[in-house]
C-alpha cells in the first residue's frame, strides 16, 4: 500500500512506503530505519545522436524549487534518524576531538629576521596569522578571525607579505573570499578590501604601495593592479582576455608572481584543468608602463619559472614526459634552451631555488625524494626524511640562507623543518603534539596488477602486527584524475580509524602525476575507465589477501574521487559494504553545464560530441544504476553552497539510488544548507562532519545480521 504526501505546488510529491517487514531499512548494529522518503520519478527524455536517455529526476536540478528544499529537508531528516541510533557517534566526536583540536601551523613566509605564519592554537576553531620576529623569538597574533566574526567558518588566509615586512595581505573566506590589509606598524587592517571573488592570486607591488592580483569571473581570469588608498573601481587591468591578437577564454587561468629580486611580474597562463599548455610572460616592474615579454607561448606543454641572478630557471615537460629543468631563452623555442637537470626515471614533481641551489622534489615509486643541485646543474646533496611518507619541496626565496619544508604520513602527523642550505641541517619549526603514538603502526607500500597488466602502487597502513585473516574492517580511498597525486598525508579521521583497528589504504591510481603525465594520459577521456579498474584490482587485491571481505570493506572519495564512488557502486556493488560519496561528480552527461564542470571537460569530454558521448554514456554513475539491484549502503553528501560541483548530482542519485536497490541497506543524503566543497571550515565542523562520515562507515561495515 502507498501512501502520497503532497508538498507545496504540483509538480512533485513524496511517497511513504507502508513499513512492512520487507520494506524495513537495515543499518548494521541493530539500526532500523523507514523507507526512504522517495522522491516521485517525472521521467524528462532527450536525445544523443539518436540515443534516448530518460532522466526520472530532472526536476531535483533546480536547487531553490519548493519541491527541492522539501526533499533536501525530509533526506537530512531521515540522515539525522539513521545517526542518532548508531551507538559509536559520540564516541568518535570525543576521540576526535582528541585528534584534531591540537595546534598546527603552515610553512613560514621570511621577511628579514621576521617569519609570517598561519597557527591554530589547541582548542581554536580557525587559524590566526602570526609573525614570529626571529627565531628564537615567541609568537606574536597578527589577525584572528574571531575578532571580526561571530561564524566559526569564517577563516583567514595569509597572502603576502611586503617586501620590508610592514604590510601583510590576507584573505578572507566567509560566503565567499575577499582581501585586506594589515600594518604592522599601526596594528590596523587598512580600509582597502578587494570585493568578493576567487583570487588565485595575491601579491604587494616591489614598493609596497599596491597589490597585483589574479582573479576570475565569467569572462576567465583577470589580472589588475590596487593601489592603496584608492577606490577599487579604479583598479588597472594589466593582463586579460587577449594577449598579442589571442583572444583568452574561460579555461585560460592566470596566476600571477613576483621574482625574488622584484624586478618581474611573470604571468602563468594555464590553458584547461588540467592545463595541456602553459604560457609564461612577464614585464619589468623597474620600467613603468612597460610591456608583458614572452617566456614561453604556444607551445602544447607545461612550464613553470623561476628567475635567480639573471637566468630564467624552467621545469617542463616539453619532450621529456617525466620533466626536466632548463635554462630559458625568452622567446625561442625550447629546443634552443639549455637543460640543466635532465629527464630521469622519476618524475619531476616541482622544483624551487632557495639559498642559490635547485631543489628538485620528485617521487620514486610515489615516494618523495627532493635532491638539491648548483646552478649549473651539479647534484649537491639530498634531503633526507624519516621513514615512508611524503614531503613538500623547499620553500623560501633564492637568496635565503633557511628553507623550510613538511614531512607526513599517514601515521605520522606533520612537522614543518627549517633546512640549512648551506650546510643541510634540518631543526623543527613546527610539530603538533597529536596523543598518537606513531610506534604503535606501520606504514607499507606494496604493488598488484590491474585489469589491463599495469602495475600499480597501493600504501596500506596499520596496528603492527594486525592480523589478515578477512575479518578486520578496511577503509579505502581515491582519486584517479587531474593530475593530482595521492600520497600519504596525515588526516585525523584515517588515523582514528587504523587506531580502532581498521586496515587504511590508498592506491595510487592512473590520473595523477605519480609517474609523469603519461600517467595522468592513460585515465583521460575515453581511458577514465582504466582508473576504475585500477581501483577494482586494489580492492581484490585486499580481498585476495585477506586484509578484508566485501562485508567488511569501506570506501569514500570526494569531487573527482566522489565519480570513483559513483562508479564503484555501480560497476561493483558487489565488492564493498559501505560508501562515503562527497561532493560528487554522477550525471556525466550534463555535468558540464552547471557550476564550475565547463572547466572540466579537457579531462573528462562533454556528451555533446558525439565520440565523447558513447563512452561517457558507459560509465556515467546517474545514467548506470539498474532497478532490482542490491546495492551497498551510501552516504552522499554536498552542500548548497558547492561553486564547483553542482549538488544536484547528490540530490538526483540520492533519489535514485533510493528508488531502485532492493539491499535494504541505507542510502543517505547529508546535505549543508550552507556549506560548500568543505575549505576553511572551522575545526569544530570538521569533527562534527568526520564524526558523521565515520559513523556511517564504521558501523556498516560491522557483523552483519544474521539471515533468516
Not at 560508501?579 to 550534463?590: A, K, N, S
Request: aromatic content about 12%; charged content about 25%.
Amino acid at each position: 500500500m502507498r501512501h502520497c504526501i503532497r508538498l507545496l505546488p504540483v509538480v512533485a510529491f513524496f511517497c511513504i512506503l507502508a513499513a512492512t517487514p520487507a520494506q524495513v531499512i537495515h543499518g548494521r548494529d541493530g539500526i532500523k530505519l523507514p523507507p526512504p522518503p522517495q522522491a516521485a520519478a517525472v521521467p524528462v527524455k532527450d536525445q544523443y545522436f539518436g540515443t534516448t536517455v530518460v532522466d526520472n529526476y530532472r526536476w531535483l536540478e533546480n536547487a531553490n524549487g519548493d519541491e527541492t528544499k522539501a526533499f533536501v529537508d525530509q533526506e537530512n531528516a531521515y540522515t539525522e534518524l539513521y545517526l542518532k541510533q548508531a551507538h559509536m557517534r559520540s564516541q568518535i566526536a570525543d576521540d576526535l576531538d582528541a585528534l584534531e583540536h591540537v595546534s598546527s601551523w603552515t610553512e613560514p613566509i621570511q621577511r628579514g629576521s621576521d617569519l609570517f605564519f598561519e597557527k591554530t592554537l589547541a582548542g581554536e576553531d580557525q587559524a590566526s596569522i602570526y609573525v614570529r620576529p626571529g627565531w628564537a623569538e615567541k609568537d606574536k597574533r597578527l589577525i584572528d578571525p574571531a575578532q571580526f566574526s561571530r561564524d566559526p567558518n569564517t577563516s583567514v588566509d595569509l597572502a603576502d607579505v611586503s617586501r620590508d615586512g610592514t604590510l601583510v595581505a590576507y584573505q578572507v573566506r566567509e560566503d565567499e573570499t575577499t582581501v585586506r590589509v594589515y600594518n604592522m606598524k599601526t596594528g590596523k587592517t587598512l580600509q582597502d578590501e578587494l570585493p568578493s571573488a576567487v583570487y588565485y592570486t595575491v601579491n604587494f607591488t616591489p614598493d609596497g604601495s599596491g597589490l597585483i592580483y589574479a582573479r576570475t569571473n565569467e569572462r576567465g581570469s583577470l589580472v589588475f593592479q590596487h593601489v592603496l588608498g584608492t577606490r577599487n573601481s579604479q583598479d588597472k587591468l594589466i593582463f586579460g582576455n587577449e594577449f598579442r591578437g589571442e583572444k583568452l577564454g574561460p579555461l585560460d587561468l592566470i596566476e600571477a608572481g613576483i621574482t625574488d629580486d622584484y624586478r618581474y611580474l611573470v604571468l602563468e597562463i594555464d590553458r584547461g584543468i588540467p592545463a595541456k599548455r602553459v604560457d609564461i610572460v612577464y614585464r619589468d616592474l623597474t620600467k613603468p608602463d612597460s610591456f608583458f615579454n614572452i617566456l614561453i607561448w604556444g607551445v602544447d606543454s607545461r612550464f613553470a619559472a623561476a628567475w635567480y641572478k639573471g637566468a630564467w630557471y624552467v621545469k617542463t615537460d616539453y619532450k621529456s614526459p617525466n620533466g626536466r629543468i632548463m635554462k630559458a631563452d625568452p622567446g625561442v623555442m625550447p629546443d634552443a634552451w639549455n637543460t640543466v637537470v635532465p629527464e630521469g626515471p622519476n618524475a619531476i614533481d616541482s622544483f624551487s631555488i632557495v639559498g642559490g641551489k635547485i631543489y628538485v622534489k620528485r617521487l620514486k615509486d610515489v615516494q618523495t625524494v627532493i635532491t638539491a643541485y648548483t646552478l649549473d646543474g651539479k647534484p649537491a646533496g639530498d634531503v633526507s626524511f624519516d621513514g615512508i611518507g611524503s614531503a613538500s619541496n623547499v620553500s623560501g626565496r633564492a637568496s635565503d640562507r633557511y628553507g623550510f619544508f613538511t614531512f607526513e604520513s599517514f601515521i605520522v602527523p606533520p612537522t614543518i623543518y627549517r633546512l640549512d642550505t648551506q650546510s643541510g641541517k634540518r631543526d623543527v619549526f613546527a610539530q603538533p603534539k597529536v596523543p598518537f603514538d606513531s610506534s604503535q603502526y606501520e606504514l607499507k607500500q606494496v604493488f598488484y596488477t590491474s585489469k589491463d597488466g599495469t602495475r600499480v602502487p597501493m600504501f596500506i597502513a596499520g596496528k603492527k602486527g594486525l592480523k589478515q585473516d578477512g575479518t578486520v574492517r578496511l577503509l579505502m580511498t581515491g582519486y584517479g584524475g587531474f593530475q593530482v597525486g595521492m600520497v600519504p598525508e596525515w588526516k585525523p579521521a584515517w588515523a582514528w580509524w587504523i587506531e580502532q583497528g581498521g586496515w587504511f589504504a590508498l592506491p595510487n591510481l592512473r590520473g595523477g602525476d605519480e609517474y609523469g603525465e603519461h600517467w595522468h594520459e592513460q585515465a583521460m577521456f575515453e581511458k577514465k575507465q582504466n582508473v576504475f579498474d585500477d581501483w577494482f584490482a586494489a580492492a581484490q587485491y585486499l580481498i585476495d589477501n585477506k586484509y578484508t571481505s566485501p562485508e567488511h570493506f569501506a570506501i569514500r572519495g570526494r569531487s573527482n574521487g566522489g565519480l570513483l564512488m559513483g562508479a564503484s557502486i555501480t560497476q561493483r556493488p558487489d565488492l564493498f559494504s559501505a560508501v562515503w560519496c562527497g561532493y560528487p561528480l554522477l550525471d556525466m552527461l550534463r555535468y558540464q553545464k552547471f557550476e564550475q564542470g565547463s572547466h572540466w571537460v579537457t579531462e573528462y569530454g562533454s556528451a555533446e560530441k558525439q565520440s565523447q558521448f558513447q563512452y561517457l554514456v558507459k560509465y556515467s554513475p546517474y545514467q548506470n544504476v539498474k532497478p532490482g539491484v542490491k546495492y551497498p549502503a551510501v552516504f552522499f553528501w554536498t552542500g548548497a553552497s558547492d561553486t564547483r560541483v553542482d549538488p544536484l548530482h547528490a540530490r538526483k542519485m540520492t533519489a535514485l539510488l533510493q528508488a531502485d536497490s532492493t539491499s535494504g541497506r541505507p542510502i543517505l543524503l547529508h546535505y549543508s544548507l550552507v556549506g560548500g566543497h568543505s575549505e576553511g571550515v572551522s575545526v569544530q565542523q570538521e569533527i562534527q562532519d568526520d564524526t558523521d562520515e565515520l559513523t556511517f562507515l564504521w558501523t556498516e561495515t560491522g557483523q552483519a545480521p544474521a539471515q533468516k
